[in-house]
């Protein structure tokens, strides 16, 4: 932390950036890490108990632990962190080229989207086949991951 | 649209880098732009011409 004659302190930047809670400003893991183990075990705690019997409860909180680490612990550093003390961030992420590539392929996926879920409802119900909600729900999020992804490639090598 | 990026910038002796930076975005926003391929928003344009001490019509041309 550099203290500037004014009295202000810049902060020094980090990979992973620093937490904006604090007086000092410790690395953001300091405060994400905790908050993301506590959200990961709440939410495997209520995965396990709500569907589950007591024979099948400690293998359902071991697999809630491994499904929700992840992005529990990535949804509380998007929480803490302070995004100006990110190491190569950019002050205006709003007007890079690489925000553009992210519209045009968000928009694409929503149009390709569109399409599939008419044709998969089409088919649907033309062949009599039967999926579950859940089945569906899942392929379509993974699905739209993958588009977003490909498109976001395309419109990147298109420039 | 066509601009002069490339030339000033070269002609100051900046990196892409340095300019990205003084601009506040990211350094392939700078490659994008010089090669023509991404056309900055308005305030980015103004912040060009503010960096460079120009006119944003002396930056870009249609």
């Known amino acids: ?159 | 649209m066509q601009n002069s990026l490339m030339v000033r910038r070269q002609e100051r002796g900046w990196s892409q880098q340095f300019l990205a930076e003084q601009l506040g975005v990211s350094r392939q926003t700078v490659i994008s732009i010089e090669k023509g391929r991404f056309d900055p928003s308005l305030p980015l344009a103004f912040r060009l011409a503010e960096v460079f001490g120009c006119r944003i019509e002396d930056l870009f041309s249609p």
Not at chain 1, 83 to 106: K, L
Not at chain 1, 132 to 138: I, Y
Request: contains cysteine.
């Open chain 1, 1 to 159: 932390m550099t203290h500037h004659a004014d009295g202000t302190t810049a902060r020094k930047p980090l990979r992973w950036g620093r937490s904006q809670w604090g007086r000092t400003h410790p690395g953001a893991w300091w405060h994400a890490a905790p908050l993301g183990i506590v959200l990961t075990v709440t939410l495997s705690i209520a995965f396990s108990l709500i569907g589950f019997d007591a024979e099948q409860r400690r293998l359902a909180l071991g697999i809630g632990l491994l499904c929700f680490a992840g992005p529990a612990l990535a949804l509380a550093w998007i929480v803490v962190v302070d995004r100006s003390t990110i190491r190569g961030a950019v002050d205006r992420p709003e007007e890079t080229v690489e925000n553009i590539w992210w519209d045009r392929a968000t928009q694409r996926t929503l149009y390709d989207v569109v399409v599939v879920v008419g044709v998969g409802a089409a088919v649907l119900s033309l062949t009599g086949w039967e999926v579950t909600a859940v089945t569906a729900l899942m392929a379509l999020a993974g699905l739209i991951a993958a588009d977003v992804a490909i498109r976001y490639v395309l419109a990147r090598r298109a420039g």
